[in-house]
């Protein structure tokens, strides 16, 4: 199985069709909107690891799932100690992770952005083991969170959007409008 951007999750769940115009012919054009998301989201790549008191912050942090066949990188994963929590390959002790999302514009929902979300979370389960219960989707114009329930009904569309993805590249068929 290739693995495919974990952003196509989002893009997927926003219109199969666009999804299938990037990833099949590599289409896509960069408006004011995408570029100035682009500038934002980069100041969230500066760093791998910061810590904040007892708090390690995992920016631009990569994750992958075989069973999925995603790969991408997670803008923020907070990791806080907890008995019980995950272990870093690279950190003592163990963490509760909490995927942070960081997006473009004012507060406002969009269930592609829950669905990118919760991908995340599922690729940071697989790799590191544990659960993931919630995460936040952070609107950088608004200075903003917004918590997001990591429940079985949004995993499953995670998996099937996962799976539409792979029928998608395997039919080399671009959706119809």
Not at 54 to 67: F, R, T
Request: proline share 4%; charged share 25%; glycine share 10%.
């Amino acid at each position: 199985m290739e693995s495919i951007p974990l952003s196509y999750v989002s893009q997927y769940g926003y219109c199969p069709r666009r999804a299938g115009l990037m990833l099949l012919e590599q289409a896509w054009a960069e408006n004011e909107y995408t570029a100035s998301g682009r500038v934002q989201h980069g100041r969230v790549h500066e760093a791998r690891v910061q810590r904040r008191g007892e708090m390690l912050l995992l920016l631009d942090y990569p994750v992958a799932s075989e069973a999925l066949g995603l790969s991408g990188k997670c803008d923020c994963v907070e990791a806080t100690p907890q008995e019980g929590g995950v272990s870093l390959p690279w950190e003592e002790g163990r963490y509760a992770l909490y995927p942070v999302e960081y997006k473009h514009g004012v507060v406002r929902e969009e269930h592609e952005y829950y669905l990118q979300l919760c991908a995340q979370a599922l690729c940071l389960e697989e790799m590191l083991g544990g659960r993931i219960e919630r995460g936040a989707l952070f609107f950088a114009d608004a200075h903003r969170r917004a918590e997001i329930a990591l429940d079985e009904a949004l995993r499953g569309q995670v998996r099937d959007t996962a799976l539409a993805l792979q029928a998608l590249l395997e039919s080399q068929r671009v959706p119809g409008a």
